[in-house]
């Protein structure tokens, strides 16, 4: 019961305060079919180098506090992520911050929300450093943690366009779909 709670309020981690469907500012999204599996849908954003796949359907909000517009989906147990906010890079190098700083401070604010939604569902997080990610262009890192039995993977990049936050929540970190989830992401 509690793991199945964890996988339903999983899909807010971000402990947003006011969601709503695509608000003023929010890119809009294409959809194509992933593959050959009709259960899979391609997202690219026009105007941005962003593109990952999720199984349908897939939700999308935007916070109007911070701008990002996250795309939700679930299959079975688990629980699939993308977070993207638009990055101004010119004004964050005039401020003296390099894409590292930036990334930090981005994942840091993420997990903190995160931590908080777990915490008020009766779960302790303890998110460690997983590595950085190789990106042609851009920075990535991954920080994981373990929620009750699932694993929480949470994955950060950013390029000169935006930021972007993807995670997968599963208690099973072999799953294929989880695999193809994580592989499809381009920021």
Do not use: H
Not at 84 to 99: F, M, S, Y
Not at 155 to 174: C, H, M, P, W
Request: with cysteine; glycine share 10%.
């Amino acid at each position: 019961m509690r793991s199945m709670q964890l996988l339903v309020v999983a899909l807010f981690t971000f402990a947003f305060s006011s969601l709503v469907l695509s608000g003023p500012g929010c890119p809009t999204a294409f959809a194509q079919q992933g593959g050959a599996d009709a259960g899979w849908e391609t997202m690219s954003i026009p105007g941005a180098t962003v593109r990952f796949e999720m199984p349908k359907p897939i939700k999308m909000d935007q916070d109007l506090n911070s701008g990002m517009v996250v795309y939700v989906s679930k299959k079975n147990k688990i629980s699939m992520k993308v977070g993207i906010v638009k990055r101004n890079a010119d004004k964050d190098k005039a401020q003296g911050l390099t894409d590292e700083k930036v990334l930090d401070n981005f994942a840091l604010r993420t997990m903190a929300g995160n931590k908080l939604s777990f915490k008020k569902m009766g779960f302790e997080t303890n998110y460690q450093f997983g590595g950085n990610l190789k990106l042609t262009t851009g920075v990535g890192k991954q920080y994981n943690t373990r929620v009750g039995k699932a694993f929480v993977l949470n994955r950060f990049y950013i390029n000169s366009r935006g930021l972007y936050y993807v995670e997968a929540i599963t208690q099973d970190t072999k799953d294929p779909d989880i695999n193809r989830f994580l592989k499809s992401f381009t920021p």
